[in-house]
């Protein structure tokens, strides 16, 4: 009878180690790091949405003018270059109205963008929010910021809402170059 138990026991206690560490998997899997493939479906005001790719990186442009994507999460301080996400939808159809909250250390010395209607900054001025309404080029929608004098070292966030639904959280870091 004593082994029935310990089993029943072990079995139980088994269970429930497996039950919290997915739960904790679950809990995680909208933040991504440089790049995460993957592929969810919502549906979100009856229009249903499809992430295939999800990816931040520093976006380059070489000396003949190509830009270069380069995936990762430790962007160089170094001016001209930029930052950025970009994210993949590939069935969405029409219009993608997206919201981009990027959260710094600590405040830049200034804040600079072309559209100054859709951004707003908070009154510390460590978190900006960008809003868009754009048709997807190919199925990718993405943004980006050029690196400038005066920006903060450290640990940064950018949460992606589309459809007011979180669809991508990039964590990274910027370095001194």
């Not at 929608?141 to 903060?152: S, Y």
């Amino acid at each position: 009878m004593q082994m029935r138990i310990w089993a029943a026991r072990l079995f139980l206690t088994s269970f429930w180690l497996i039950l919290g560490a997915i739960t904790a998997d679950l809990n995680n899997s909208s933040i991504v790091l440089a790049e995460a493939p993957l592929e969810y479906s919502q549906s979100i005001n009856r229009k249903k949405i499809t992430v295939t790719k999800s990816e931040f990186g520093v976006r380059i442009v070489d000396a003949e003018g190509k830009v270069n994507f380069f995936p990762t999460t430790k962007v160089p301080l170094k001016k001209g270059d930029a930052y950025g996400w970009q994210i993949k939808l590939p069935n969405y159809r029409g219009k993608v109205k997206w919201r981009e909250v990027l959260r710094l250390p600590k405040a830049p010395e200034t804040w600079t963008t072309q559209e100054s209607e859709n951004f707003s900054i908070s009154s510390d001025g460590t978190t900006a929010i960008t809003k868009r309404t754009e048709t997807p080029v190919n199925g990718v929608i993405k943004n980006f910021w050029k690196i400038a004098p005066g920006d903060p070292l450290g640990k940064h966030k950018i949460e992606v809402y589309v459809e007011e639904r979180l669809i991508a959280t990039f964590e990274f870091e910027v370095v001194e170059f």
